[in-house]
């Protein structure tokens, strides 16, 4: 349904929206003093997390000659599945020695630090990311 927002709106817009939805999704479930809340918070991190996976795949290719996009690709979505993998655990962690909310007040603290990575990367010098998607007018 909203696969094709980051060619519509560029990776980067997309990726500080995934980021704003992911990072309030998860202080929403950490607040949330019931069920409504709590699915409610759940939908908005998954809209986020969903939106942030493509937008992260554009601009870590973005950079990369077409000839090696494959192996850039594999070695994103490896080390993207390491970093979900290991999260997990320590968000885990951290409940287990603080708090349920604490633990995902400090995952939602750690997202919001991921949108200004993206930021100096507003501008791309390869001109297939340029026009992948955009329609005129638009700025990647």
Known sequence: MLAA?????????????AVAAEAGGLVLVALAPGTP????GLLVLSIGQ?????SLGLLALARVPAQA????????????DAGVGLGGP???????????????LAASAV??????????RR???FGWMRTVGRRKGHEA
């Open 5 to 17: 927002v980051p060619d519509r709106a560029g990776p980067v817009r997309t990726l500080v929206g």
């Open 37 to 40: 809340l709590t699915v409610a």
């Open 50 to 54: 969903g939106l942030a996976v493509p």
């Open 69 to 80: 996009r494959g192996a850039a690709a594999g070695a994103f979505f490896a080390w993207f």
């Open 90 to 104: 320590l968000v885990g962690l951290a409940a287990r020695a603080a708090d349920p909310a604490g633990a995902l």
């Open 111 to 120: 997202v919001a630090a991921a949108a200004p990575v993206a930021l100096p």
């Open 123 to 125: 501008r791309c010098r």
